[in-house]
């Protein structure tokens, strides 16, 4: 059997986000959701081609029209975020420390002709080249435990530094209430501004920032909180581990996007 699938545990702990089971058109059997779900969960982890879909988990080309569909309508962002609110009720997100970084992945041939190639055109497909070739660039935000709370991709030649309101938008996590704010949030010195430091003090949060070597360093500078720091990078790492996240495949920016959202959530089902 296909390595990969979701336990009972998993699968029952998002049954009920799923569509409702329709019975497809007359003398045609509706494809099961949870095979359909374990078909692309193999593609995430593997990073093989839709076509190399083992039989057991069903053609796949309904398994990619389904990942396609459910993609558009925003299902797996919206599985994610109530995860993270699960996992919220029960007191499992960090607030102590909340850490951003940004990483290149590098783009597989096949990404590329969606639409020609401009500057602008690159914005919009999230491609671009930067010192690793044709990449992408994902921006993280996760909290002190690793748990991904944030992501956005843009060109892998935009800086860390241009995204982070970006970045901060995107937490599934509402930062509007005093309570649901971190204490500190953390991020290596390619983020080291003035205005982003500012950016974060306005919203009552403590930043925690690397200096560059030109900068004068900050004497009340938290080292213990910035050690920490070092969770997102395992974080990172822990999904570049699944093929369709630590290379990009996808033409489309949303459906690599989706890939991510998938291998985080296999891991927040694990802590639920």
């Known amino acids: 059997m296909p390595r990969h699938r979701l336990t009972d545990r998993e699968f029952n702990a998002i049954r009920h986000l799923l569509p409702k089971q329709c019975?497809?058109?007359?003398?045609?059997r509706w494809s099961n959701h949870r095979t359909v779900i374990d078909g692309i969960l193999w593609i995430t982890k593997t990073g093989s081609p839709w076509r190399d879909l083992p039989e057991q988990l069903g053609k796949w080309q309904t398994v990619y029209?389904?990942?396609r569909r459910w993609t558009k309508e925003g299902l797996w962002a919206r599985i994610y975020q109530t995860l993270l609110k699960r996992l919220d009720a029960l007191e499992k997100i960090d607030?102590?420390?909340?850490?951003?970084?940004?990483s290149v992945i590098r783009a597989h041939r096949s990404a590329s002709g969606m639409i020609p190639q401009s500057e602008k055109n690159d914005e919009l497909v999230a491609l671009g080249r930067s010192r690793g070739g044709y990449s992408t660039k994902i921006h993280v935000l996760c909290d002190g435990e690793g748990t991904l709370l944030g992501i956005t991709a843009t060109g892998g030649q935009r800086h860390e530094s241009t995204e982070l309101e970006n970045l901060i938008a995107s937490c599934e996590l509402s930062l509007h209430r005093y309570d649901s704010r971190p204490e500190v949030i953390a991020g290596d010195k390619g983020y080291s501004s003035?205005?982003?430091r500012q950016f974060i003090r306005d919203r009552q949060i403590k930043p925690v920032i690397g200096s560059?070597?030109?900068?004068?360093?900050?004497?009340?500078?938290d080292r213990e909180a910035y050690r920490r720091r070092s969770i997102i990078e395992r974080l990172i790492g822990w999904l570049k581990?699944?093929?369709?996240?630590?290379?990009?495949y996808d033409k489309l920016a949303c459906s690599y996007l989706a890939f991510v959202q998938l291998?985080?959530?296999r891991r927040v089902l694990k802590l639920l």
Do not use: H, M, Q, Y
Request: glycine residues 8%; contains cysteine.
């Open 23 to 28: 019975p497809g058109k007359p003398g045609r």
């Open 65 to 67: 029209a389904r990942f």
């Open 95 to 102: 607030r102590s420390l909340w850490c951003v970084d940004g």
């Open 194 to 196: 003035n205005a982003i």
């Open 212 to 221: 560059k070597a030109n900068e004068s360093r900050d004497a009340n500078f």
């Open 241 to 248: 581990e699944s093929r369709r996240v630590a290379t990009r």
């Open 263 to 265: 291998a985080a959530t």
